[in-house]
């Protein structure tokens, strides 16, 4: 079955720590989308990929840094300059960053702040 | 201003009944329009995605798109429990190279 998948489901990290997102995808998609999502809100674009070692800065990439050193992979990790960092964070893909290109989620990570 | 603006609900409904919603935008040059459907605590699905103008039906769900009025909407026929979930509307450009604007949801609640 193709798809993405997100681990781990839940993660709590103490203040001060640095923690890593994990999302996969077999859809063979080039582009690769990270986002946040908090209650009321709608989703917000941290940082995005193209393609094999390049990103972009999304919305509020502050806090954040990812790495794509592979097609099918893009760790998203939650440093300790996240000052709010609690929330639900969603992965994504898509065949390309064109226009239009439908985008399809993984199940998400709920990170907690202790 | 948010980009895209949507009702927070809840929106409660009896089963059987047609669910409506909506969302409105404010830049005309957004040509992508997409619904998700999200459970509590899940990734969101893509329900419905059309191009322009136009309304387009799957089953259940008919998706409507007015640009002029910068509005687009969801119907949802004969919903039953298992619609209850929360309900994203998002849209796009042709060269916004995929960073689509997300509504906020909507939730809806159907009792059977």
């Known amino acids: 079955d193709g798809g993405i998948t997100q681990s781990p489901k839940y993660l709590f990290r103490k203040e001060g720590q640095n923690v890593t997102l994990s999302c996969e995808q077999n859809?063979?998609?080039?582009?690769m989308y990270w986002y946040r999502q908090d209650p009321g809100q709608g989703l917000r674009l941290i940082y995005y990929s193209q393609i094999v070692n390049d990103f972009q800065k999304g919305d509020i990439a502050e806090g954040y840094s990812v790495s794509r050193e592979k097609k099918e992979s893009f760790p998203l990790t939650v440093t300790s300059a996240q000052k709010n960092p609690t929330a639900f964070y969603l992965c994504?893909?898509?065949?390309?960053?064109?226009?239009?290109?439908?985008?399809?989620f993984g199940p998400g990570t709920r990170l907690t702040v202790l | 201003q948010k980009e895209v603006e949507q009702d927070p609900g809840p929106l409660s409904v009896p089963e059987g009944a047609i669910v409506s919603l909506n969302c409105t935008y404010s830049n005309s040059a957004f040509q992508y329009f997409m619904w998700y459907r999200q459970y509590s605590r899940k990734g969101p699905e893509l329900l419905m995605y059309?191009?322009?103008?136009g309304n387009k039906e799957d089953g259940r769900f008919t998706a409507q798109v007015d640009k002029s009025s910068k509005y687009i909407s969801l119907f949802i026929r004969d919903s039953q429990p298992s619609d209850s979930a929360t309900y994203l509307c998002a849209t796009g450009t042709t060269d916004s190279w995929g960073k689509f604007q997300f509504g906020a949801g909507t939730q809806v609640v159907v009792t059977p």
């Open positions: 994504a893909s898509s065949i390309s960053l064109a226009g239009g290109n439908e985008q399809f």
């Open positions: 859809l063979n998609h080039d582009a």
């Open positions: 059309t191009y322009s103008s």
